[in-house]
């Protein structure tokens, strides 16, 4: 798009741009293939210590899963070689990463289904949680963390600190107990905490997985009303708890900003205050809490069992603790290999978006 | 889930609603989806006579070729096997189709077990012409189909399956008398606390899988209705290992029996919940299983039986349990420790995970640990045949005795309700003197319903059952 350019200034800042938008597309590849072969051996290493570690462990899950009344030794070895657990553990290895290649995460022998088809449906409900949970989050503490480093020392600043402090220091089941307690044993207000939607409402059809998505997709309102209502508290439970490091790294990330170089010389030429502090200094501020977010993130996905646990949620976390109890092996491994590339994934999109976000770094890697 | 969608040849009839809770009558079998039966006069021949008016859930008609196939499938398994073998019930010879509404069994002797087993969920009657072309070479008897289909005939179907939520809707063209309920959500909700929380705001009907904690205060609020049924095919016990030292010694056992005051644990522990298993008499009276042992507090006495067998100076053991069973067992769990302490037992508590006790179990390799068992088929004999012989991971204490065996086999071969009796007295004596396992009560079934909810109906398999609820 061509506009008119007043100066020439403007002319070469144009230039650049599109040279920019014109060197993306190699630069971006080329950095994204580097990241991903990269990644391969951490996941591979990651699937085998899992595939080890649960094998390694006590716990016989034959014995476990046999369930007849009187559990025979013939019956515990029909289960044991159902399992596959009869034969020798490098070769249930090899016979596990064959599966892998074509797709087959195995059996979960607590709900009998497989594990692929556990984990696709669980994975959306636990996804739309934590970004909820995360918008939420950071609604709060990016307005608070440049409020506090702004007007440093001020009523802002304490008030970010505290917040932060009993934020973080409170468990995620404490907080999710005490406002269930609140909001639907006392007062009555929020829905029964089971489930992501009413049981009488028929959930919208599937097209994400994401119940507020798909059900504005399909312009189905009560649906919409029911998720919306159901996510309130156990997002508000988390949200709480991961206020504090965005809080925290938004605050110190402005402070230093404001104190730097260029924000000295664009106040010295009498640019406005809203200019520098939006224009200039928190969108450099943003950069290390854009780095938070990704950490925030992947620790949410992967710890929110608790939540899940209080409010009847349908997630990974709790789905993969229970496999974890009963010893059984698929659906922990599943587990661990989805997450391990969900984190990946997430801290490959953190730095690509770091990359165009902040031209050192395109430049550095 | 398989009680509602499909039915069995023959269930028992439940007795009249006592304060809300109806209990299974064991000593009434009653047809499910076979009218009648006779029997031969040998007691080998069953002949069952199938409703006319009995249809599949797709409409097709139940007929004898269903139940011969059905019953085929229940033998071939591994998982269902053994109950039906139990029965008497061990080829597909046995089994014949003589026409479209009449099975004949035959049996090598007569087995007081066979319409027992057939009761179960073990043996559910499948519509075999709708499973039919789903069966696979891997896959013979259709169970990977089974898993999300539903072949049945029961009195409900299911509309919804999700591993955390199962929607039933009420069958119309059941044969048996309309249950009140129309629809039956089974929601999976992780806390107990939670549970209770909603049947008291009116958002469930039904909470199970209760502990003592959860029900705490239910009674008192007066939201919702707490029921203590009592479980007649249930207890709740201490496994000696008899295999190893200390406890293969019965002094040892016996010491530790009378160690422990049951009567203040019952009060302290249980709450006086459930039925106690103590306080009986030396005398065996009757034949019912499991009856009170008699093993009064006397500390003294337990002292000079270690001494007795070669402990003057107490001895150091574990006390497992598992942390799935740890709501019933922990504070049971300490009080033991304490009682045994001050006659010299030092026990130290070991929790452990599922599996892991699962393991710990089988293999035999705890000396002392806590349990509770639901039996299905709880003829009195069934316990004995079960808990106290065998090489299986039921015979908890690995006890042997050879006294057992014969006297089994009497009371399998037994004509008349006397000599059954007679064998059961004594095979009771020896396993209560003998103590492998020593018993503290039956527990009571906690189980928190709506104000508006009646008719509970106990079954044996402790679950509840939709089709006799009623809502006033």
């Known amino acids: 798009m061509f506009a008119a350019l007043p100066t020439q200034a403007h002319a070469r800042l144009v230039r650049h741009r599109m040279l920019f938008l014109k060197e ?18 951490t996941v591979g290493a990651l699937v085998v210590a899992t595939f080890v570690i649960m094998r390694v462990l006590p716990g016989d899950p034959a014995i476990f899963f046999a369930s007849s009344p009187v559990p025979t030794a013939e019956e515990t070895a029909y289960v044991r070689q159902k399992l596959g657990l009869d034969r020798s553990v490098p070769e249930q290895l090899l016979i596990y990463l064959k599966d892998i290649g074509s797709a087959d995460l195995g059996m979960s022998f607590t709900t009998g289904r497989p594990v692929l088809t ?60 005490i406002l269930t307690y609140v909001f639907f044993l006392w007062l009555g207000l929020a829905p029964e905490p089971v489930d992501r939607i009413d049981m009488f409402i028929t959930a919208p059809p599937r097209i994400t997985g994401f119940l507020l998505i798909d059900s504005t997709l399909s312009g189905d309102w009560a649906a919409l009303q029911s998720a919306a209502g159901r996510l309130v508290l156990p997002s508000v439970t988390m949200a709480i708890f991961v206020l504090s490091p965005l809080t925290r790294m938004t605050r110190s990330a402005m402070l230093g900003v404001l104190s730097s170089d260029f924000v000295r ?101 | 889930m398989s009680w509602h969608i499909y039915d069995r040849l023959v269930t028992f009839a439940l007795d009249e609603p006592a304060d809300k809770i109806q209990q299974y009558r064991l000593d009434k079998p009653q047809g499910d989806l076979a009218e009648r039966w006779d029997i031969s006069g040998d007691g080998r021949i069953y002949t069952f006579h199938l409703r006319r008016a009995a249809i599949f859930h797709d409409g097709s008609a139940v007929t004898a070729e269903d139940v011969r196939w059905s019953l085929q499938r229940a033998i071939s398994l591994p998982t269902t096997r053994f109950v039906l073998n139990l029965g008497g019930l061990t080829s597909e010879d046995q089994i014949k189709v003589v026409d479209e509404a009449t099975l004949t069994i035959t049996l090598p002797k007569p087995n007081r077990y066979l319409l027992l087993s057939l009761s179960t969920p073990f043996a559910p009657i499948m519509n075999a012409r709708q499973i039919k072309p789903h069966l696979t070479e891997g896959d013979p008897w259709g169970s990977e189909w089974l898993k999300g ?68 205060g239910v009674e008192h609020r007066g939201k919702a209705q707490l029921l203590l049924i009592p479980m ?54 009757g034949a019912s299983f499991p009856q009170a042992q008699s093993f009064a507090y006397d500390p003294k006495r337990a002292r000079d039986l270690l001494t007795d067998a070669g402990y003057p100076n107490g001895l150091d053991t574990t006390l497992s349990l598992c942390t799935c069973k740890a709501e019933y067992f922990e504070n ?14 030092r026990v130290t508590i070991d929790k452990f995970p599922g599996a892991r006790f699962g393991e710990l179990q089988a293999a035999k390799q705890m000396p002392l640990y806590l349990e509770n068992q639901v039996a299905w088929l709880n003829l009195p004999d069934y316990w004995i045949r079960i808990f106290y012989r065998g090489n299986t991971r039921s015979n908890f204490s690995g006890y042997a005795n050879p006294a057992l065996d014969p006297l089994l086999a009497k009371a399998d071969d037994a004509t008349s309700e006397a000599d059954y009796d007679a064998a059961m007295r004594e095979m009771i004596a020896i396993v209560n003197r003998d103590v492998p396992l020593l018993m503290f009560r039956q527990a009571a079934l906690e189980v928190v319903i709506g104000k508006d909810i009646g008719n509970y109906a106990y079954w044996f398999h402790t679950l509840p059952d939709v089709r006799s609820l009623s809502r006033n």
């Open chain 1, 24 to 41: 993306i597309p190699m630069g971006l590849v080329n950095f994204l293939l580097r990241r991903l072969l990269a990644a391969i051996p």
């Open chain 2, 232 to 285: 007649p095919n249930q207890f709740e016990f201490l496994v000696m290992n008899t295999q190893s030292k200390p406890f293969e010694d019965v002094r040892v056992r016996q010491a530790l029996a009378y160690a422990i005051p049951q009567q203040e644990i019952f009060r302290s522990v249980f709450l006086g919940r459930g039925t106690p298993l103590f306080g009986g008499s030396e005398e065996v009276h």
């Open chain 1, 118 to 177: 556990e984990l696709r449906e669980r994975l959306p409900a636990s996804l739309e949680l934590a970004t909820v949970a995360l918008i939420l989050a950071l609604t709060v503490s990016i307005p608070l963390g440049v409020a506090a480093a702004i007007w440093s020392g001020s009523l802002f600043d304490h008030a970010a600190r505290i917040i932060s402090s009993i934020g973080v220091s409170m468990p995620t089941f404490v907080t999710g107990l």
């Open chain 1, 265 to 365: 010389t664009a106040r010295a030429m009498g640019l406005s205050d809203r200019t520098v502090y939006v224009r200039y200094a928190f969108r450099n501020a943003l950069l290390p809490v854009l780095t938070t977010m990704g950490i925030v993130f992947s620790t949410m996905l992967g710890s929110n069992v608790l939540v899940e646990r209080v409010f009847g949620w349908p997630g990974i976390g709790s789905f993969a603790l229970n496999a974890l109890v009963a010893s059984d092996y698929a659906p922990v491994q599943g587990f661990v290999l989805l997450m391990g590339l969900l984190l990946i994934g997430i801290n490959l999109a953190i730095d690509v978006a770091y990359g165009l976000a902040d031209p050192r770094a395109r430049r550095a890697s």
């Open chain 2, 332 to 345: 049971l769990a300490v009080a033991l420790k304490d009682h045994l302490a001050r006659v010299g037992i």
């Open chain 2, 149 to 216: 289909n539903d072949a049945g005939s029961g009195a409900y179907r299911v509309t919804t399956f999700r591993p955390d939520q199962v929607v039933l809707e009420r069958n119309d063209k059941w044969y048996g008398s309309r249950p009140a309920m129309r629809w039956a959500v089974f929601q999976t909700v992780p806390e107990d606390t939670m549970r209770v929380a909603l049947v008291e705001r009116g958002l469930a009907d039904v909470a199970i899988g209760l502990t003592p904690n959860a029900i705490e």
